[in-house]
């Protein structure tokens, strides 16, 4: 009789977390996949590297995003495809301050608790043909004095005090992104592999 009912919980336990994913795989099934700028998606800090092990990991329960003081943490919606409800960062709009808040909450091992100075959300990258200080159109020096990280993520150039040079501690939070005064925005977050300047080729 006891090991009846342990099968009995067991087989309503199960059935309860499957009733309860089927909106969330439903909805993930029936969005088109769009192809998002990598520019405007950064994943939240802490996030797994393989973005498909990111998505299969989260369950989209938005806590993240409740906990973050900036309010900078999206979700895909209709343009997510299985990405839908998985959190993204767009710091043109607004960017993250690394409190580390949105690792402490996450359920799941889709955002792991790490160091404010081992995040790696990517890197931030200049286009000095258009950054005002580089073309000597103006001084600016903003994403300096913005950078939570201080001289290990950005410092200016040896010799000229305006001009930006991206260090290897930049973590990628974006916030030089979104105070960047530049209409054109010559400065944005990749990949750290593809390094932390702009290279133009001559057709």
């Not at 890197?123 to 200080?133: E, L, N, T």
């Amino acid at each position: 009789m006891r090991r009846r009912s342990v099968t009995q919980w067991l087989t309503y336990s199960f059935g309860m977390l499957a009733s309860a994913s089927m909106p969330m795989l439903i909805s993930r099934a029936m969005t088109p996949t769009t192809k998002t700028d990598r520019k405007k998606h950064l994943r939240p800090p802490g996030a797994l590297k393989d973005d498909s092990a990111f998505v299969a990991a989260c369950i989209g329960c938005s806590l993240c995003g409740e906990i973050c003081p900036p309010r900078c943490i999206q979700f895909h919606r209709r343009d997510g495809g299985a990405q839908v409800s998985t959190p993204y960062i767009d710091p043109q709009q607004k960017a993250c301050i690394l409190c580390n808040k949105c690792m402490e909450v996450c359920p799941t091992e889709a955002l792991t608790l790490v160091e404010r100075y081992e995040v790696d959300m990517g890197i931030a990258q200049i286009d000095r043909s258009a950054c005002y200080p580089w073309v000597d159109q103006g001084i600016c020096g903003a994403c300096v004095s913005i950078c939570p990280l201080g001289e290990r993520g950005i410092n200016f150039k040896q010799w000229n005090q305006y001009q930006p040079v991206v260090q290897n501690g930049c973590v990628g939070c974006g916030l030089c992104v979104e105070v960047c005064p530049h209409p054109s925005l010559p400065i944005w977050i990749v990949e750290r592999s593809r390094g932390t300047i702009v290279r133009h080729t001559v057709s």
